[in-house]
């Protein structure tokens, strides 16, 4: 059966195969997962229990990455991730190596409907200052080489500037929706926040795609609980306050008071640091751009189709009602 166009054509024999070497049971059913932009999962029943199987890495290093962020998640925070997170990379079952790793309990929201709660949007912004309590040495990004985390090739201010630069040279590459005049915006920004760029900071677990979909959750006595976070694909570290960009848009396009829920139970859990203020319109277009390059590359965007990518973002990154006495 096809479960995805990414994994193609998979037979229950092939799933047996993949539990006999980790002593899961013997396969019932598999179900595809319709949620997810790349296809690589898929549900698994199973005589031991329920899993999910992740195939066909984009990169070679994408498994073990996740694995290696996930065990640490597990050993150093009280975040629900999946463990054990298991990883074959050998190729001789599915012609790409593949993960199988438990379902975590708890529900997906609806994308209009269950997601547009205050409750949700807190225990959102507990649950990230949570995996936050990840912290390392340096700032850098698993490597397959050492099996660890390698540092940056230069200080986290000037690799977040080189990300957006690069990101820009090639959105005005694409089309005309990122002017002349869009630019010298973000440049007068990152201008206005350097020295709060700049400021030290304990490197800390990114995500980098810290967003409902990539979360389970669910009411334990009466309180809405983050249940389940996956897709640990695009980690780091670095300054934490980078990964609060993505939630908070989502949040204060459909309306501001759930994007102030979720940042300020963030930051009732994260002692915040001077520059604060000047550091989120930088991060906010960083991630933005992360986005707007995506979809200008693809010809695939959800707003409105004459909006600049200044259009689009310049509402989302002023923040005038946080908690930060």
């Keep these: 059966m096809e479960y995805s166009k990414r994994l193609g054509i998979i037979t229950d024999e092939q799933f047996q195969k993949a539990l006999d070497k980790f002593n899961l049971g013997k396969f019932i059913k598999a179900e595809p997962i319709s949620s997810g932009n790349f296809g690589q999962n898929v549900f698994l029943t199973t005589t031991c229990g329920e899993y999910v199987f992740r195939g066909k890495p984009h990169y070679p290093w994408q498994f073990p990455s996740e694995q290696f962020m996930a065990k640490l998640l597990r050993e150093k925070t009280k975040a629900p991730v999946p463990y054990p997170y298991l990883v074959d990379e050998q190729t001789d079952i599915f012609?790409?190596?593949?993960?199988?790793?438990?379902?975590?309990?708890?529900?997906?929201?609806?994308?209009?409907?269950?997601?547009?709660?205050?409750?949700?949007?807190?225990?959102?912004?507990?649950?990230?200052?949570?995996?936050?309590?990840?912290?390392?040495?340096?700032?850098?990004?698993?490597?397959?080489?050492?099996?660890?985390?390698?540092?940056?090739?230069?200080?986290?201010?000037?690799?977040?500037?080189?990300?957006?630069?690069?990101?820009?040279?090639?959105?005005?590459?694409?089309?005309?929706?990122?002017?002349?005049?869009?630019?010298?915006?973000?440049?007068?920004?990152?201008?206005?926040?350097?020295?709060?760029?700049?400021?030290?900071?304990?490197p800390t677990f990114v995500m980098h795609d810290y967003q409902d979909t990539n979360m389970v959750v669910d009411k334990i006595n009466g309180i809405w609980k983050v249940t389940g976070v996956f897709d640990l694909m695009e980690n780091y570290f670095g300054d934490g306050e980078s990964d609060l960009s993505r939630m908070y848009f989502a949040y204060h396009q459909k309306d501001p008071e759930f994007a102030k829920v979720f940042i300020n139970s963030y930051l009732s859990k994260v002692?915040?640091?001077?520059?604060?203020?000047?550091?989120?319109?930088?991060?906010?277009?960083?991630?933005?751009?992360?986005?707007?390059?995506?979809?200008?590359?693809?010809?695939k965007n959800w707003w409105n189709p004459k909006f600049t990518f200044r259009d689009w973002v310049e509402p989302h990154v002023t923040l005038d009602y946080l908690n930060l006495a």
């Design 95 to 202: 012609g790409w190596s593949y993960v199988l790793m438990p379902r975590l309990s708890g529900q997906q929201l609806s994308y209009e409907k269950d997601r547009y709660s205050k409750d949700i949007a807190r225990a959102f912004g507990e649950n990230l200052a949570e995996m936050q309590t990840l912290t390392w040495d340096y700032c850098g990004k698993y490597d397959l080489d050492s099996r660890s985390i390698k540092a940056f090739d230069r200080p986290w201010n000037e690799w977040v500037e080189n990300k957006i630069i690069d990101l820009l040279n090639k959105c005005a590459a694409y089309n005309d929706k990122t002017p002349t005049s869009n630019i010298d915006w973000i440049k007068q920004t990152i201008n206005q926040g350097r020295n709060a760029l700049e400021m030290k900071f304990t």
């Design 271 to 299: 002692k915040h640091r001077p520059g604060f203020e000047k550091r989120f319109p930088i991060y906010m277009i960083w991630d933005r751009l992360v986005v707007w390059e995506w979809a200008q590359r693809t010809g």
